[in-house]
T-cell receptor, first 117, second 113 residues
């Protein structure tokens, strides 16, 4: 989702439910995508990645879907737990980022996931 | 081991102070990064080192001075900072710069008085 000012989009889910966090990216040349989880007071933690030659990748309790036609990325978390509460960032990587400087990440604005016990 | 360490965890400094932030990784990564993150915002890239050479400086003011003494260490020297420089400073590393997962440290919470 999009953030306005200092407000992060927030997704609130019940413990045990599935969560879906969405991300729109802008650069059609982006060819590598990463999801990070950032808990309060900590650095971003790698969750899962996907390359542009794939449209789905699964990890432990997480699945990333990539739709290059509409430039959309999603993170699905199965059986969401209180420990999943955090801000989730998508990041894209493109050879064309930063005026030709290669391989640097561009972060999305982030989504705050709150899990209700 | 995918650990990037950063010291100190917290730093409070005055506008006339000189201080340094330190970052270390032992994963054999040859690309290291400094990011700045303000509250409720994504990380913003400041500097990129590739094979111990500065490859990207994202128009960062000269009061921030990076240094890469060897392939495992990355420093950020701070001098004459402003209160608006208060933020979480994150270090990251990746195998190489292109299309590689970046692993982040826990960050240094900097407060400039």
């Amino acid at each position: 989702g999009e953030s306005v000012g200092l407000h992060l989009p927030t997704l609130s889910v019940q413990e045990g439910d599935n969560s879906i966090i969405n991300c729109a990216y802008s650069n059609s040349a982006s060819d590598y995508f990463i999801w990070y989880k950032q808990e309060s007071g900590k650095g971003p933690q790698f969750i899962i990645d996907i390359r542009s030659n794939m449209d789905k990748r699964q990890g432990q309790r997480v699945t990333v879907l990539l739709n290059k036609t509409v430039k959309h990325l999603s993170l699905q978390i199965a059986a969401t737990q209180p420990g999943d509460s955090a801000v989730y960032f998508c990041a894209e990587n493109s050879l064309m980022n930063y005026g030709g400087s290669q391989g640097n990440l561009i972060f999305g604005k982030g989504t705050k996931l709150s899990v209700k016990p | 081991d995918t650990e990037v360490t950063q010291t100190p965890k917290h730093l409070v400094m005055g506008m006339t102070n000189k201080k340094s932030l330190k970052c270390e990784q032992h994963m054999g990564h040859r690309a290291m990064y400094w990011y700045k993150q303000k509250a409720k915002k994504p990380p913003e890239l400041m500097f990129v080192y590739s094979y111990e050479k500065l490859s990207i400086n994202e128009s960062v003011p000269s009061r921030f001075s990076p240094e890469c003494p060897n392939s495992s260490l990355l420093n950020l020297h701070l001098h004459a900072l402003q209160p608006e420089d208060s933020a979480l400073y994150l270090c990251a590393s990746s195998q190489v710069v292109r299309e590689d997962t970046q692993y982040f440290g826990p960050g240094t919470r900097l407060t400039v008085l």
